[in-house]
């Protein structure tokens, strides 16, 4: 894949879940639409990042709040972990619009991609992982669908 290659959402990236697959898709149209303004131009660059960070911002923290709950509720072991991957990825993007901001340095295009890797990793290694788990634990209903019930979260799985 080339760097400023767009993604192209695939069943690859998809758990199942609507709602979390929705909120993935989102990130995706995010980082693509971030490519899609990466000029070379510094002042037009600037002014779509100012625009556009502060949604990024919020479109990331609900997703991981989401992603949060879910696990908690279902008592995903791996929470803790996957939750510190969050934070700390949080604590990046923080970084790199303090950079922005305090003019130290500035690149759409590096941003965008970090962002990209970052998001296809980490569906594709720490997201998967609870998919797996709820795979797992759902219980096949009368109409052949997966979903998850309290009683499914409280059964014990070995
Ligand atoms: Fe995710
Ligand atoms: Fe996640």
Do not use: P
């Not at 556009?52 to 008592?75: D, G, N, Q």
């Not at 996957?82 to 759409?108: A, G, P, Q």
């Amino acid at each position: 894949m080339k760097d400023n290659e767009l993604i192209t959402w695939s069943s690859k990236l998809s758990c199942g879940i609507k709602l979390i697959d929705n909120q993935h898709k989102e990130l995706v149209a995010l980082v693509n639409d971030m490519f899609n303004h990466v000029t070379g131009d510094y002042s037009q660059e600037a002014e779509y990042f100012s625009q556009i960070i502060h949604k990024a911002v919020r479109y990331i923290k609900v997703h991981f709040a989401t992603e949060e709950r879910i696990m908690l509720a279902t008592k995903f072991e791996g929470y803790t972990e996957h939750k510190k991957k969050h934070e700390s990825f949080i604590l990046t993007v923080v970084e790199s619009i303090n950079d922005f901001k305090y003019k130290r340095r500035f690149s759409l295009f590096y941003f965008t991609k970090f962002l990209k890797d970052w998001v296809l990793t980490h569906i594709a290694v720490m997201d998967k992982k609870y998919f797996n788990y709820l795979r797992y634990i759902a219980s096949r209903k009368t109409n052949g669908k997966l979903s998850i019930t309290l009683a499914d979260v409280n059964r014990k799985v070995s």
